[in-house]
């Protein structure tokens, strides 16, 4: 009986995954990328370190971005006071 059971459990779960193909591939893609990261985290030394890697990428990033703006501000305002004169 737990084994007929068990197959009309596996036959629904089929008939409804060929209902909607879509939910079936971003599982695939989902799983797929979980275990890209999970990968990365365990050659990076560990989640800890990883996220340390990506901090020091975000601070370095953000002070590239600020050092840009200050200087493409510095060079409108003088390309302004230019025209005002």
């Given amino acids: ?14 008939n409804k995954a060929r209902e909607y193909p879509g939910t079936i591939a971003a599982l695939i893609v989902g799983i797929g990328v979980t275990a890209a990261l999970l990968s990365a985290a365990r050659r990076a030394g ?5 996220q340390a890697e990506a901090l020091d ?11 840009v703006i200050a200087e493409r ?9 230019m025209l005002s004169e």
């Fill in 46 to 50: 560990g989640w800890g370190n990883l």
């Fill in 1 to 14: 009986m737990r084994q007929r059971a068990k197959g009309s459990s596996y036959r629904t779960a089929y």
């Fill in 73 to 81: 501000a510095a060079h409108f305002k003088g390309r302004q006071e």
């Fill in 57 to 67: 990428y975000a601070r370095e990033g953000y002070d590239k971005a600020r050092d």
